[in-house]
């Protein structure tokens, strides 16, 4: 198990790549979880993206990174991934997967939808359009993922799906049923389960079989008229149980990659909603009441003087605590993985 | 009939959309009968019920007819239209909900309706969302049926209809199985008489397919080339091409008298592969009459070509279409006017 930072920040604005690594590294992280190719260099130049494999092997950090979409109704958001593919959506993550490959990367993460910017509640996610219902867009991806799937074959890589705001456990292990595990994993992000009602420990102890990569990142939840809201904390200051989640994934997989992916912003998740339930047929109403028991804990951490209450927490801006939330997060990992021998095997 | 021309197609490009006023004299000074947006936002952008219901006084007050447009209905691209999610705060349902009730206020119950967008910056099939790689055509006809099904209700309750184009990506015959399962009271068609020509449609037998459904037109004519794979499309002005407007006009006249012709006049080639089989097999509607009969129009023009009796194509195409606009748009105009005023197509 090592662990890494995901990074966000656009080509342009990386400038020399060395200097990135060389400040990731000195932070004390292994490795580092790109969004995509296109971050380390725009038309997947195999000369540039050679020499920052090779410094980052020099440095000892892992890379890791993101295909993109894998649904057809989001995929034409990304016009830089169909360049690449000069029009021809299928050649565009094939080059993707042969310029991983070549990286030595066998897991790349998937993603079907996103937070969708300039939209507030339930329309920023994708799940909850109203121009085709979320089961066909399931479906459309199926198909998709299915039509990648020789090529992921030939190159032996594994698209690790990620939950994200818009998948439920029982829907990835749906899709993972069709496609084969070889071929299709789980990026697992534990905070994220909570924002589709499910509880995170059951929820990760559903995915744990087929996780390769984890978004790491914690939850405080507050209760409202209409259910929860989501805030989020660094890794250990919140209320995940994250031993019984990362022993079970350890065990499926130990060298599995965790990924502190940090940021700030709240999401509702109106549990007591009727309309948000119909988008949810699965909900099971022990996990609404674990998460319901994840805010009273939340409260009772505030009441014990543990951390600072939500409200103060939420005023602070991101980038005066990002080094002491990103710090703080990798110490606690890397405890939790020390007192657990959650080391690497070879 | 009445032959009006489309705003959004360089007529008042240099005007811009800001002053409707301006734009409509230019439209009444040039002797249209009316015009055509592609969108009730071409006159306010906030769908401004004082602006829109001025607008429609000073069309009537000049006696000019008023259309327009309500953009994307297939749920594969409607990403592609920002500008619309966001005026339905990320509900594409409501935005396209407050487009029609917004045409309605106006008096427009007939709104053309698009299944894709022309991708410039890709090249060869790569341009229409029919060779889409990552998601067949036959889908994304079904998720295009599906969604004017749940627009369907909406649409009746405003009375209004969504006219779709013969786009370059769609067939009549597909938009006809749309008509048939979404029902005639809603769902149209958007006669383009230049498309049709990508798709490999006989101009007549196409406007014998639609007449019954059709309620808004988009006219061009156009010339017909031999390539290595097949035929090339050369826009023309009307009566300058391959469309034989005196069978058409009075096939379309016999089932909407009241139909108006809109101008969208553009350069550019569209490829009709009819030598591929590549090609043949994303047509699975083609006919072999239909077929002949382009390439008895292609051989037409070809020996014309020859006789110089046309413009060498690559010498017209390499003329700026703003330097003809005005006279083909006259030219156009003109013609079809004629053959309005011999047929007694009024």
């Known amino acids: 198990m090592k662990i890494g930072l995901v990074v966000t920040t656009p080509a342009k604005e990386i400038g020399n790549f060395k200097d990135l690594f060389d400040s990731i590294k000195s932070m004390g992280f292994e490795g580092i979880g790109f969004r995509s190719l296109l971050q380390l260099s725009e038309t997947l130049d195999p000369s540039e993206l050679h020499a920052a494999h090779q410094y980052a092997g020099e440095l000892g950090l892992f890379l890791d990174f993101g295909l993109g979409w894998v649904n057809p109704f989001t995929a034409l958001t990304k016009p830089e991934i169909w360049a690449l593919g000069e029009g021809d959506y299928c050649r565009a993550v094939e080059r993707q997967l042969g310029a991983a490959q070549a990286m030595a990367c066998k897991e790349i993460v998937g993603e079907i939808a996103g937070v969708k910017g300039p939209y507030r509640g339930r329309y920023a996610f994708d799940r909850f359009r109203t121009d085709v219902p979320w089961g066909e867009q399931l479906s459309a991806s199926e198909n998709f993922l299915l039509k990648m799937r020789p090529i992921l074959a030939g190159f032996g890589m594994r698209i690790d799906l990620e939950n994200h705001e818009d998948l439920t456990t029982h829907e990835l292990l749906r899709l993972v049923e069709k496609m084969g595990d070889a071929y299709l994993g789980f990026t697992l992000d534990v905070a994220n389960l909570t924002v589709m009602g499910e509880a995170p420990v059951e929820g990760s102890l559903r995915l744990a079989p087929c996780v390769h990569l984890v978004h790491v990142k914690d939850i405080f939840l507050i209760p409202t008229e209409k259910g929860l809201l989501r805030q989020m904390r660094p890794a250990g200051e919140g209320v995940i149980d994250w031993e019984s989640i990362l022993t079970e994934v350890y065990r499926h997989d130990p060298n599995v990659h965790l990924l502190v992916e940090d940021h700030k912003g709240q999401i509702q998740i109106d549990v007591h909603d009727l309309q948000w339930r119909t988008h949810f047929p699965e909900l099971d109403e022990k996990e609404i009441a674990a998460l319901l028991e994840l805010a009273e804990k939340s409260r009772q951490r505030v009441q014990r003087g543990e951390i600072e209450a939500p409200e103060s927490y939420e005023a602070m801006s991101y980038l005066n605590q990002r080094v002491q939330r990103l710090t703080s997060a990798l110490n606690y990992l890397k405890s939790l993985r020390a007192n657990h021998k959650l080391f690497d095997q070879v | ?346």
Not at chain 2, 93 to 101: G, P
Not at chain 2, 227 to 238: D, F, H, L, N, T
């Open chain 2, 1 to 346: 009939m009445k032959v009006g021309v489309e705003m959004c197609h360089g007529f008042i490009e240099d005007l811009g959309y800001d002053d409707f006023v301006v734009g409509f004299d230019r439209v009444k000074a040039f002797g249209f009968a009316g015009m055509s947006y592609k969108s009730p936002q071409y006159i306010s952008k906030t769908l401004d019920l004082g602006r829109l219901r001025a607008a429609r006084q000073y069309a009537d007050q000049l006696g000019l007819y008023l259309e327009f447009g309500l953009g994307r209905v297939n749920p594969y691209n409607t990403s592609e239209a920002p500008d619309i999610w966001l005026l339905g705060g990320g509900d594409y349902r409501l935005a396209l909900e407050k487009l029609i009730a917004a045409a309605a206020e106006v008096g427009c119950h007939e709104l053309v309706g698009v299944t894709a967008g022309w991708k410039y910056n890709h090249t060869g099939y790569f341009r229409f969302d029919r060779f889409r790689t990552d998601v067949s055509w036959e889908d994304q006809l079904a998720a295009t049926t599906k969604f004017l099904g749940i627009m369907a209700p909406i649409l009746r309750q405003f009375g209004t209809r969504v006219n779709l184009e013969t786009h370059e990506e769609i067939t009549s015959f597909e938009i006809l199985r749309i008509i048939e399962a979404v029902g005639p009271d809603v769902v149209g068609v958007c006669f383009d008489s230049g498309n049709i020509l990508s798709r490999g449609e006989d101009p007549i037998a196409s406007a014998r397919r639609v007449a019954p459904y059709c309620h808004q037109t988009h006219a061009k004519d156009a010339i017909l080339f031999f390539s290595e794979k097949g035929i090339v499309r050369q826009v023309k002005p009307c009566g300058s091409g391959v469309i034989n407007w005196k069978e058409v006009l009075p096939i379309l006249h016999q089932s909407n008298p009241g139909l108006a012709l809109t101008l969208e006049d553009h350069k550019g080639y569209m490829e009709i592969d009819f030598f591929s089989e590549e090609w043949r097999r994303y047509h699975p509607d083609l006919t072999l009459d239909e077929m002949g009969e382009l390439i008895r129009l292609a051989k037409e023009c070809d020996t014309k070509l020859v006789r110089s009796e046309i413009q060498k194509v690559t010498d017209y195409e390499a003329i700026p279409f703003k330097d003809q606009m005005l006279d083909r748009l006259r030219s156009s105009m003109d013609y079809l006017n004629q053959i309005i005023k011999d047929k007694n197509l009024v």
